[in-house]
Nanobody
Framework: QVQLVESGGGLVQAGGSLRLSCSVSGSFFSINTLGWYRQPPGKQRELVAV???????HYADSVKGRFTISRNNAKNTVYLQMNSLNPEDTAVYYC?????????WGHGTQVTVSS
């Protein structure tokens, strides 16, 4: 069984930065892909960024150049560094892990960007 726990969310002013962390417990090496998704108020959940086992990454167009996803296999943790935040980044951010047919989700962490 794999569990994901997010941390690092909070309230920040526009132009500021936050770093989200996702701690993965259980069979970390069964996870091939780790990612961050977000759900803005009243909208559907959307992809933010993913990182593969070989450290290749993919970003949503809306965050390219501002957000960076990384993973630390020794700490079983994936990070999302978010810079130049704007109010449109306000959302609940979820960590997700994919291993074979299985998809695991964290409970989410709230990020609020004030103008």
């Amino acid at each position: 069984q794999v569990q994901l726990v997010e941390s690092g969310g909070g309230l920040v002013q526009a132009g500021g930065s936050l770093r989200l962390s996702c701690s993965v417990s259980g069979s970390f090496f069964s996870i091939n892909t780790l990612g961050w998704y977000r759900q803005p108020p009243g909208k559907q959940r959307e992809l933010v960024a993913v990182i593969e086992r070989g450290d290749s990454t993919h970003y949503a167009d809306s965050v390219k150049g501002r957000f960076t996803i990384s993973r630390n296999n020794a700490k079983n943790t994936v990070y999302l560094q978010m810079n130049s935040l704007n109010p449109e980044d306000t959302a609940v951010y979820y960590c997700a892990g994919v291993g074979g047919p299985d998809v695991y989700w964290g409970h989410g962490t709230q990020v609020t960007v004030s103008s």
